[in-house]
């Protein structure tokens, strides 16, 4: 089959584009065949590299379906010829100005080439073996020709999105971390910088706002995390000599079946604790939640799972009751899940929960850097 007419009908001038696109289009094509709709799939991802509307996608698809194979082959007849009625149809109805104007901006893209015949419509002749002899239409050919190119900015565009969604998630991670740090060193005065960062998560972020922000938020987060690290001393892996000092000052005469009454004989703390979240506590000793046999959402939750670890950790009933009267209970919660999370390095549990309840009951504990040491990197 071969096509005649370079120019277009009616009164339109030649664009010097137009001859340049007829001229590429004879050019041989650097892949011999190509899936019609993989192409249209690598439009879509990069439309807005092209400037293409879905409106206009939806229009070629249409075109595309009027081609009868699969495949876009060089040395095949590439050249569909619908009315504008069949296209409209296969566009879900389109009106036929707008269906004008997107084949225009298809054409202007040089995804597709037109070659009007002597009136202006679309027809094909066969000759007597019934093949195509002369075409007149839309001719497919440069998608074909285009194709590595359609490829290559697609993948280019993947990538892209790819790494704006991993900067995204960043930005949300490094926001919650901060966040949480803050309400852990009880500091106020970045409720104001934290709002107009959750603001603007709000809103689709270009990568440079992206950056921009953790640029800002990096180095707050790295000042919190120092704050809250506690020294060598604070932290839960004591050394053997410790251990050994908190096994020896063991209360051996303590029975199992001390009741909450003898814990409570004890003076009361001279200051609570300040609850930690629970979020940030589960986040610092994942290794309590394995034990769940449901998910810990509140603190009543956690205490039960607490609970029920107690006796698996060897704590006795008197050591936890005191606990939960000189800690409070969400802070002897969080104190046992840190517990666990080190459990082979205390030689005694119970031991070494009593050592703590002694410093708390002068003011020497708090479970907040037992926590901070556990949070992840």
Same mark, same amino acid.
């Given at each position: 089959?071969?096509?005649?007419?370079?120019?277009?009908?009616?009164?339109?001038?030649?664009?010097?584009?137009h001859l340049a696109a007829l001229a590429q289009a004879e050019t041989p094509a650097p892949?011999?065949?190509?899936?019609?709709w993989s192409v249209l799939d690598g439009l879509r991802? %990069? @439309?807005? @590299?092209?400037?293409?509307?879905? @409106?206009?996608?939806?229009?070629?698809? %249409?075109?595309?379906?009027?081609?009868?194979?699969?495949e876009l082959a060089e040395g095949q007849p590439?050249?569909?010829?619908?009315?504008?009625a069949s296209l409209s149809e296969r566009a879900h109805g389109m009106a036929e100005s707008t269906l004008r104007r997107h084949l225009a901006r298809l054409v202007q893209t040089g995804l597709i080439l037109r070659h009007d015949s002597p009136n202006g419509k679309r027809y094909a002749t066969r000759d007597r073996s019934g093949a195509?002899?002369?075409?007149?239409?839309?001719d497919l050919r440069p998608l074909l020709l285009r194709a590595p190119e359609i490829a290559a900015l697609a993948a280019a565009e993947e990538d892209a999105a790819r790494a704006l969604h991993h900067a995204r998630e960043e930005l949300v991670l490094c926001l919650r971390d901060i966040t949480k740090l803050a309400a852990l060193t009880a500091t106020s005065d970045l409720d104001d910088h934290l709002t107009d960062v959750r603001r603007a998560l709000r809103r689709k972020l270009t990568m440079h706002e992206i950056t921009t922000l953790l640029a800002l938020l990096h180095p707050l987060r790295d000042r919190l995390l120092t704050a809250v690290t506690p020294a060598p001393a604070e932290l839960l892996h004591a050394s053997d000599s410790q251990n050994e000092r908190h096994h020896s000052n063991t209360d051996t005469n303590h029975k199992d079946s001390d009741s909450l009454e003898d814990a409570e004989n004890h003076a009361a703390p001279v200051s609570q604790t300040k609850d930690l979240p629970l979020t940030l506590v589960l986040r610092a000793c994942p290794d309590a939640l394995a034990y769940a046999q449901a998910p810990v959402? @509140?603190?009543?939750?956690?205490?039960?799972?607490?609970?029920q670890l107690r006796p698996m950790m060897g704590i006795t009933p008197s050591a936890w009751s005191e606990a939960h009267f000189h800690l409070g209970p969400t802070a002897a919660t969080s104190t046992l899940f840190a517990m666990l999370q080190r459990v082979t390095k205390i030689r005694n549990p119970s031991a070494y929960l009593r050592s703590l309840i002694s410093r708390a009951r002068s003011g020497q504990f708090s479970p907040i850097p037992m926590i901070s040491s556990l949070l992840p990197s």
């Open positions: 089959m071969k096509h005649i007419s370079l120019t277009p009908f009616g009164r339109q001038p030649v664009p010097a584009a892949v011999s065949r190509i899936d019609k991802t %990069a @439309r807005a @590299r092209f400037g293409l509307s879905h @409106r206009e996608l939806s229009v070629l698809q %249409a075109l595309l379906s009027f081609f009868p194979d699969r590439l050249i569909v010829f619908p009315s504008n195509l002899a002369r075409a007149f239409g839309f959402t @509140r603190w009543s939750e956690a205490t039960a799972l607490a609970d």
